[in-house]
């Protein structure tokens, strides 16, 4: 769920619009989450003990190991300069677990199709990915000839993507240990995507280490906002965050296949198989929103999937559009990428919310471009030298127009679709 790129997307979903209540921390404790490395800890791909960031011990077990190359870069290195939070920045998500408990319960859900859940759980058992992620010695020197501007914004890929895959970590383990008792079989998917997520998360913060950085994903863990989502929501949320994910990593791994010649960075080529990993979670969320039918079939259900993709697609149109010189420097056209992504996430979509946008209607890139030269102007007014008081004067009408065009992109007319009969929810890899 990062902009740079984002298997789980959810952490990047437009939440503010929706937020009802926050549990943790300041925000302002955010500076001190990214860091050279602590002596002597790198993260790994594999798993099995706990996790030491910060000389404290983290309640999330996955995934670190001493690594020598961590222990080699522990001296002499600077502080990254730190990203401000934002409506774009990557979040971390809560949710009403009671309301999670009674959603699952098979003796008030009669929905609940355990043959479907057993048969999902035996694709997560199987666990495809288990030795994928197992670095080598190209990446550490793929980084250093990184260097410029491109180096800086290979870093805030890592970084957020990192932040969007741990975001997604902890929730889907806070839902697999409340569900334990409920309904063991989705606990245990659950558990077994944050697994998942677990080793995508230390991926790319393994990546940060041959940038000689790394985040503190433990200080992360307690320091972080987290952005409440009612039950309905976050299954909304994830499934677009899983989907959107999928097709981002895809593209992604298809365009440097064809085009080598841009492959910068070797992460890229572990794509094709941790795209997979996205797509499951994907297809488990699609089984479980088929189980609630009443957050599928009513006007209401059409209003928020509208809202939810739409909360989506331009949260990653304009992350993307903020960082074109990463998808330039690897070659993609970065207006085009996104739109490839969001008219084949939005199709994926259509199976299965009972309504979609009408993202194919040129109208709909036409005011997304609008969004964009709008947030252009923002960010250039924050970074203007006029007194606060001006900023916030010229910022109004600016705010008003982006208003305007995302109330205009909710309004256009939608495509209907949803068809629970045809979903095919077994597990598929889709290329
Ligand atoms: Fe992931
Ligand atoms: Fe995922």
Known sequence: MASGIAPCYVSNVVSPLLASKEAAASSSALSSAISAPPPGLGFAARTRSCFRIGQKYSTARFSVVMSAEAVKEKAGKAPKEVPKESLLTPRFYTTDFEEMEKLFNKDINKNLNEAEFEALLAEFRADYNQTHFVRNAEFKAAAEKLQGPLRQIFVEFLERSCTAEFSGFLLYKELGRRLKKTNPAVAEIFTLMSRDEARHAGFLNKGLSDFNLALDLGFLTKARKYTFFKPQFIFYATYL????????????????????????????????????????????????????PQFLNDWKAKLWSRFFCLSVYVTMYLNDCQRSAFYEGIGLNTKEFDMHVIIETNRTTGRIFPAVLDVENPIFKEKLDHLVELNEKLAAISKSTVPPTLKNLQRIPVISAMISELLALYFMPPVESGSLDYVDFEPQVVY
């Open 241 to 292: 965050s899983e989907k959107i994910g999928y097709w981002r990593y895809i593209t992604i791994y298809r365009h440097l296949k064809a085009n080598p010649d841009y492959q910068l960075y070797p992460i890229f080529k572990y794509f094709e198989n941790w795209c997979q990993d996205e797509n499951r979670h994907g297809d488990f969320f699609s089984a479980l929103l088929k189980a609630q």
